[in-house]
């Protein structure tokens, strides 16, 4: 899983389309994949929050 995460930062693009459900995680169940996602979201919220 940490390898598919790495690939996933150095991919933003990637994110995105995981979003649109345009693309899937092969081998990772449907809440893992709804997990890293969470992770990717609060990560930006984290990086632009929104009091600056």
């Known amino acids: ?3 598919a995460i790495q690939y996933l930062e150095q991919n933003p693009n990637l994110v995105v389309l995981l979003k649109e459900q345009k693309a899937s ?3 990772f169940s449907a809440i893992e994949q709804q997990a890293v996602l ?6 930006l919220c984290l ?5 600056k």
């Open 1 to 3: 899983m940490i390898k």
């Open 25 to 27: 995680l092969v081998g």
């Open 38 to 43: 969470e992770a990717f979201d609060q990560e």
């Open 47 to 51: 990086e632009y929050p929104i009091w």
